[in-house]
């Protein structure tokens, strides 16, 4: 029971939307300013970003909606990538509102400032709606603080982060929204069509949409008055998913491949959704009838993909043996959370730890309250995303935005007591104390105090190589050079062609895989295969980052090899150093 002025917590609960729609605005104000230097230079840090900025570009520029084509990496050919034109909208949106006002340069960059904050207010709004339905209608403003605490969740939203994580959290914020809506048809239709949107943008959260239709179909199983939540959710993702191929699904996405919303994947959300519905209408009255259907469901579907589309029960990207070997497998992201430093781990794990903690404790609390289903589904939904750090560590965004109705569950508990203390003293330092705790900002705080797994030497200088060859004044430079292809190193070229009117030849995506092998035998085969396969592709310079961190994996792969030759001060005769300006961490060659 919550201590609020009644006059404070009819106002939070009335006009919670209006409430976190401000809150929500005056955040991206905060962030908008505290950022406006990476704004302003357009620090678009990973090489996502830098490719989303590209295809908005070209649809701006007259590219074809269904043609996703980049022309600017591996020209002339180009290469498809395995994205939909959906978050392209709001970034090409607010660029047409702004150039007017601003012009074009401009335009781009404060899109891409501001474009990141956008699926943060749905995010918000999804949270606010779980918590008001499993906590209290007054507890959303918990579920902001929590979330403006997270580490690696918020970073999705951030200014110049326009890739499509952040709107695929926002999609599983309103997908768990969904889930514990008491309003079945209405949780349905919100889960179905968020998980639709979610997939149409990329199959990232494929693993969490197969675990939100599993728990719809368990609420079925176990109540046959789940059969209107059931009914709504299976149109929605069916009807959803059929929408989002037609209207988005490029033209190279309309194969049999296994990495996007492909014919493949849209036959299989299309059955699930049809199988689904069958089972709604049919609704048995015994549970263990329904059960079984729900498993016959399962096993036709899960059967039928195994049988007609045995090729994606491996490798759903389709890579090479070598390009594997070689890069995928090595994809720092894809690694499980045990495989990374306690200093990543350990921050990254304590918030989803304690979201578990405190939905277990609801859970527990609420076992003869109208809200244990609800509880149930989020608390089960919740371990599902922690549990996913043990296959992947980019689970962790999900993972912390999945624990935030738990933690806001545990914050709530001990609020009557903070609010109960006579000291203000007490009060501050009481709340101070559970805040950082809960949160799970207590791990950050022991690793800045405590000298655990400290960045070397090395790695600090690797990072800030990185870092400065990927800048603005870095690579600006460059455009006093006719345009040209250049030959450069896989993860700087979409940076390059990003901030250049140069072309680069490959980018870190699997679909320019032949593309990333050729840069990698370049670099690590003999000078005169290097030349080669540079004249192949047509490129007339080279480009390298001394001490980048992609350079130091050719050098300790391949000792002796081109680059590494190159490295340490050898020279060649078909090169020719172009000097760029005073202190640019930037080696440039023209190839003769």
């Known amino acids: 029971m919550n201590k609020l002025p009644s006059s404070l917590s009819a106002e939070l609960d009335r006009h919670w939307i209006k409430l976190t729609t401000i809150a929500w605005v005056v955040i991206v104000i905060f962030y908008v300013w505290k950022r406006w230097a990476a704004i302003h230079w357009l620090s678009l840090a990973d090489t996502d970003d830098n490719m989303r900025l590209m295809q908005v570009r070209a649809l701006l520029d007259g590219q074809g909606w269904y043609d996703l084509r980049n022309y600017r990496l591996n020209p002339p050919v180009g290469f498809d990538i395995h994205w939909s034109r959906i978050v392209d909208l709001p970034i090409a949106g607010l660029i047409l509102l702004l150039r007017p006002f601003v012009g074009v340069v401009e335009a781009e960059k404060l899109a891409c400032g501001i474009a990141p904050l956008l699926p943060l207010g749905v995010t918000l709004i999804g949270l606010g709606a779980t918590v008001r339905r499993l906590v209290s209608p007054v507890a959303w403003p918990l579920a902001i603080v929590f979330l403006m605490g997270s580490t690696v969740a918020l970073m999705m939203f951030m200014p110049d982060r326009i890739d499509h994580h952040g709107w695929q959290l926002a999609m599983l914020s309103l997908t768990v929204a969904g889930l514990c809506d008491p309003d079945g048809p209405r949780g349905g239709i919100t889960v179905g069509l968020a998980n639709a949107l979610s997939l149409t943008i990329g199959l990232e959260m494929l693993p969490y949409c197969a675990m939100a239709g599993a728990i719809i179909t368990l609420r079925w199983v176990w109540e046959a008055g789940e059969r209107r939540r059931l009914l709504s959710y299976a149109i929605s993702l069916g009807g959803g998913c059929a929408a989002g191929y037609v209207i988005f699904a490029s033209e190279a996405n309309r194969v049999m491949r296994c990495d996007a919303l492909t014919p493949i994947w849209l036959s299989v959300f299309v059955a699930a959704g049809a199988l689904l519905t069958l089972l709604a209408l049919l609704s048995p009255k015994k549970r263990a009838v329904r059960f079984a259907l729900a498993a016959v469901a399962g096993a036709v579907i899960a059967g039928g993909f195994a049988t007609l589309f045995p090729q994606c029960l491996q490798r759903p990207e389709q890579v090479s043996d070598e390009l594997y070997a070689n890069w995928l497998s090595n994809v720092r992201e894809a690694k499980p959370i045990y495989r990374h430093a306690f200093r990543t781990g350990f921050p990254l794990a304590a918030l989803p730890v304690m979201g578990l903690i405190g939905a277990g404790i609801a859970i527990w609390r609420a076992r003869r309250s109208p809200t244990l289903i609800g509880w149930a ?133 699997h679909r320019n895989g032949d593309a990333i092998l050729d840069v990698q035998h370049a670099f690590k085969g003999t000078p005169e295969e290097a030349r080669a396969i540079m004249k192949r592709h047509g490129a007339t310079m080279m480009l390298v980052c001394p001490n980048m961190a992609e350079s130091t994996v050719y050098r300790d792969r391949a000792p002796g090899g081109f680059y590494d030759r190159l490295a340490h001060g050898e020279t060649f005769e078909w090169l020719t150093p172009v000097p760029l300006p005073k202190g640019s961490p930037l080696r440039l060659f023209r190839i003769n």
């Open 377 to 509: 589904c989020v608390g089960l939904f919740a371990l599902f995303s922690a549990l996913m750090l043990l296959w992947q560590v980019r689970s962790g965004p999900a993972a912390q935005v999945m624990a935030i109705p738990g933690v806001t569950a545990l914050a709530w508990m001990v609020l009557p007591w903070l609010l109960g203390q006579r000291s203000i003293f007490v009060k501050v330092l009481a709340t101070g104390a559970v805040f950082v705790l809960i949160s799970g900002m207590f791990a950050g705080m022991l690793l800045r105090a405590l000298p655990i797994d400290v960045p070397k030497p090395y790695v600090k200088r690797v990072n800030r190589a990185t870092g400065l060859c990927l800048t603005m004044p870095a690579m600006t430079p460059l455009n006093r050079i006719p345009a040209t292809t250049i030959f450069t190193f896989t993860d700087l070229g979409p940076r390059l062609i990003a901030l250049t009117h140069h072309n680069a030849i490959a980018g870190p995506y």
